[in-house]
């Protein structure tokens, strides 16, 4: 499907639905990579991995009081007509502008998904799981969901992966709460429903496992300042100074990466990281560290795999209960 089919798709789709400091020194593209030091943290004796988070979110939001960039908030009730359009962006343009991007470098992302937004922009979905990337659940509508009874939040969490599935034929094995936020039971509910991982942990720069009621669950850290919507996502954007923040946490973390197993992750959200500055920068860097041949750039279900695979590598963070500790973990 070329471009102008795949936004002609999404759009009729979604018409016809209610809507320690060491600085690695720094090195060109074309230069010739060093070698692994390592060659037993991560697959095919890489160094260090890169993966991408893809957040398809656009179509899911609620069509009054959704998060967005205008300072002056809507009445109570009335729909958002700006907001919404700007959400819309990340289908028509967002997601397919970055897909494109991950073709030209080879590169295999994690996209967590809206139940919802699966629903109105069925042929997006598609083509998301169609190029090699990976469906992760996100909630089955863009809200909180740690407030609610654990039986809710269960089906709110199941419902997200029955629709993904239903519609991608991809079964979610990764989850993403809306603004990291989950109860205390979420875990426990995520391996029941055969979670693999989750994501909404940024207390670390590799995997870990965590044992929930005696059984490995993975942990597969965010991260908040490589997120779109932390850095200034519009007004006082700077390309060049992103292109900065992303190529020195790579060189810090490829220099730890000769003695620990170390994790690049880079947020996205389809209305932010989609528009047309922000590709092109985020290009400048993937190109960058593209040049780096011990460089894993992988999915997250991938790492989280191997991270079970090497267990004897991975750290295992046993913890108290989550509403002792303050930290994601078992109930109890």
Same mark, same amino acid.
């Given at each position: 499907? @070329? ?85 819309? /962006? ?27 937004? =699966?629903? @109105? ?24 969901? /740690? ?28 989850? @993403?709460?809306?603004?990291?936020? @989950? ?104 190109? /960058?560290?593209?040049? /780096?041949?011990? =460089? ?37």
């Amino acid at each position: 499907m @070329n471009r102008r089919s795949f936004l002609a798709a999404g759009v009729t789709a979604a018409a016809t639905l209610t809507s320690e400091l060491v600085r690695a020194e720094p090195r060109s593209s074309s230069a010739s990579p060093a070698p692994s030091t390592s060659g037993s943290f991560w697959p095919n004796g890489a160094r260090m991995a890169v993966s991408l988070s893809l957040m398809f979110e656009a179509g899911g939001q609620p069509i009054s009081g959704a998060g967005g960039f205008l300072a002056e908030p809507i009445l109570a009730g009335l729909p958002d007509l700006p907001t919404n359009a700007l959400f819309a /962006y990340g289908y028509t343009e967002g997601i397919p502008r970055v897909l494109d991007l991950m073709d030209k470098h080879g590169i295999k992302l994690s996209s967590f998904m809206i139940g919802r937004a =699966v629903e @109105n922009n069925p042929e997006v979905s598609r083509e998301i799981v169609r190029r090699g990337h990976e469906a992760a659940a996100h909630g089955r509508t863009w809200e909180n969901s /740690y407030h609610l009874p654990p039986e809710q939040e269960r089906q709110f969490i199941k419902d997200c992966a029955d629709t993904i599935e239903r519609v991608t034929g991809q079964r979610p094995v990764g989850w @993403n709460a809306f603004y990291l936020r @989950n109860s205390v039971h979420t875990l426990e509910i995520l391996q029941d429903l055969g979670f693999l991982y989750h994501i909404d942990d940024p207390s670390r720069d590799e995997p870990f496992i965590t044992p929930i009621r005696g059984k490995d669950f993975v942990t597969v850290p965010y991260t908040f300042h490589l997120n779109d919507l932390v850095l200034p996502p519009f007004q006082g954007y700077d390309p060049a100074a992103y292109v900065q923040t992303l190529t020195d946490e790579f060189d810090q973390l490829y220099a730890e990466a000769a003695t620990q197993r170390r994790m690049m992750v880079i947020a996205m959200h389809d209305r932010v990281s989609g528009h047309a500055a922000r590709v092109r920068a985020l290009d400048r860097f993937l190109t /960058y560290a593209r040049g /780096y041949k011990d =460089v894993w750039f992988a999915r997250k279900d991938e790492i989280a795999r191997w991270a079970l695979q090497t267990r004897t590598q991975t750290p295992v963070v046993e913890r108290g209960p989550a509403g002792l500790t303050g930290l994601p973990g078992p109930s109890r």
